[in-house]
């Protein structure tokens, strides 16, 4: 009698991992796979040579890498201003792009960014600059409005980019 309950629950078992095998199992995969979103610029923190902040009203701020080290070129100094330098351009590096607006849909007063709040320009090793234009944030607060220079279409970024750019925002100067 033992055996037969045994034999009975480790049918069911099997039943069970060969159905999740041929039903379930990498379900979820692809849908994850699509929501991969990418990184707005494509460069490692070594690659970066220099960075420089601008506001809309004109302070600014410029840092410049040397080996491991950080110097101000134009900004104000604060307590652990090295640190959040470093932090602010790993974090800006490893920021992405949850969506894409089109060009031929972009009011670019809409989003704030006919007159940035922000202007943060990436130079990498080669001399090459990426300058990023951030506007308004969404109006849920969980995403801001940024664009490349180079580029008509408007990005939506995460929130997490205004956290990132108020490590900086000590440190630059008026004009």
Not at 24 to 30: A, F, T
Not at 120 to 148: E, N, W
Request: net charge negative.
């Amino acid at each position: 009698m033992k055996e037969k309950h045994l034999l009975i629950v480790a049918l069911i078992l099997f039943c069970l991992v060969v159905y999740y095998n041929l039903f379930e199992y990498g379900y979820g995969r692809n849908e994850a796979a699509e929501q991969q979103w990418s990184p707005i610029i494509f460069l490692q923190y070594g690659d970066v040579k220099k960075v420089s902040a601008t506001t809309s009203d004109g302070k600014e701020s410029v840092f410049e890498r040397t080996g491991n080290r950080w110097r101000i070129i134009k900004g104000t100094q604060v307590e652990r201003w090295q640190e959040k330098v470093q932090d602010f351009v790993m974090n800006l590096l490893m920021t992405v792009e949850i969506d894409k607006i089109p060009a031929d849909e972009v009011e670019l007063s809409a989003f704030g960014l006919d007159n940035p709040r922000y202007r943060i320009t990436i130079t990498d090793v080669t001399d090459k600059s990426y300058q990023l234009l951030v506007g308004k944030q969404s109006p849920t607060r969980t995403s801001v409005y940024a664009k490349f220079a180079d580029s008509p279409s408007v990005l939506v970024v995460g929130a997490l980019l205004n956290w990132e750019i108020s490590k900086i925002d000590p440190l630059l100067t008026a004009p």
